[in-house]
Structures are given as C-alpha cells and as structure tokens.
C-alpha cells in the first residue's frame, strides 16, 4: 500500500501524477511514521565541537561524548572524545580523551589513545598515551607513559604503592629523594 520509494522519489511516476497534489495526512498512531525514521538516521551526522571562546573562565569539570575546542581557561578536568586545546587556551587539572591535540598550555595529567603536542604546547605534568607525536619546538616537562588503554584509571598496585611510580618491568620504583628528606 504504502513505499518508501514513493515518499523519497523527487520525481513523480506516472501513476503518481493520477493522484492528488495534495499529500495524505499521515497516520500518528503508527510506529514507522516519517519521524522515527529520520531519528534512526540523525546518529550518521556528527555534531559539531562545542567551543569555549577565549573570553571564557570555566571553574569545574567538563564531560561529554563529543568534541571539544577550548580557547579560553578551564579550571578542572576535562573528558572527551576529541579534544582541541587553542594557543591562547590554559588547562588546570586532569585531560582525558580518545585524541588530545594540545597548541596550548595543560598543568596536569594527560591521558590519550593519541596525543599530539603542536609546537605551540606548554605541558606541565604525565602523559599517558597509547600513541603520541610531539613537535619541534613544544615545551614539555612530565614523564611520558604509553599504555594500551590509557583511558582507564592507573594501575592497581600503582595506586595502592602510595605514590611510587612503577619500572618498566612493572615492579615498585622507590619515592623520590623528597620524600626521604622529610624524615
């Protein structure tokens, strides 16, 4: 009775033209209305990333599924799938995402399936990534740590080691020299 083709055909055929201009008002009641169709194709179309201007101090944490593109200031941690940090942008706390392209400045902890440091970036503090790229010119200062997932939590004897960090055989480093001279 009814087609799909008939209602997304642009052209008319010609048994099309016998009919009435004028379109049937669709049955609401049925659940393969028009609508529920263009919802189930929406997802196809990625949205664009949310951008926090430069004239913008954010204070707390950021969470979503998407994009970001931060150019002004963000005080606290920051979870996304990709992550735009602008040459004007600082970022003070932890950075969390699929894929981190940092041209700004980050205080604090970078985690990344791919992290990329532009030669405009200023880190200060760990990266953990699965893969990283880092060019001439980019201001560093942390230790860099590649995981395969680097998206989840540390490790389980590193948090319970009370802040050590680990070798690359996976066992317990002792603390700093900073620790043993407050005793």
């Known amino acids: 009775m009814f087609s799909k083709s008939k209602i997304n055909d642009p052209a008319p055929k010609q048994d099309a033209a016998a009919k009435p201009a004028v379109p049937e008002k669709p049955d609401t009641s049925r659940n393969d209305s028009p609508s529920t169709e263009f919802k189930a194709a929406a997802p196809k179309a990625k949205p664009p990333a949310s951008v926090l201007s430069s004239d913008l101090h954010?204070?707390?944490?950021?969470?979503?599924?998407?994009?970001?593109?931060?150019?002004?200031?963000?005080?606290?941690?920051i979870r996304a799938h990709l992550l735009t940090i602008g040459e004007g942008a600082t970022i003070k706390g932890e950075v969390i995402a699929d894929d981190?392209?940092?041209?700004?400045?980050?205080?604090?902890?970078v985690r990344g399936l791919?992290?990329?440091?532009?030669?405009?970036?200023?880190?200060?503090?760990?990266?953990?990534?699965?893969?990283?790229?880092?060019?001439?010119?980019?201001?560093?200062?942390?230790?860099?740590?590649?995981?395969?997932?680097?998206?989840?939590?540390?490790?389980?004897?590193?948090?319970?080691?009370?802040?050590?960090?680990?070798?690359?055989?996976?066992q317990q480093k002792p603390q700093q020299v900073q620790e043993a001279a407050k005793g």
């Open 58 to 77: 954010v204070t707390g944490n950021l969470k979503t599924t998407g994009d970001i593109q931060v150019e002004g200031t963000v005080e606290g941690d």
């Open 100 to 109: 981190v392209v940092i041209n700004g400045r980050i205080v604090g902890r």
């Open 114 to 170: 791919k992290v990329r440091l532009t030669s405009t970036a200023r880190v200060e503090g760990d990266i953990i990534h699965k893969t990283i790229a880092i060019e001439s010119g980019a201001h560093f200062e942390g230790s860099v740590q590649r995981q395969d997932d680097p998206l989840n939590s540390k490790p389980k004897n590193q948090q319970q080691a009370g802040g050590g960090q680990q070798n690359q055989q996976g």
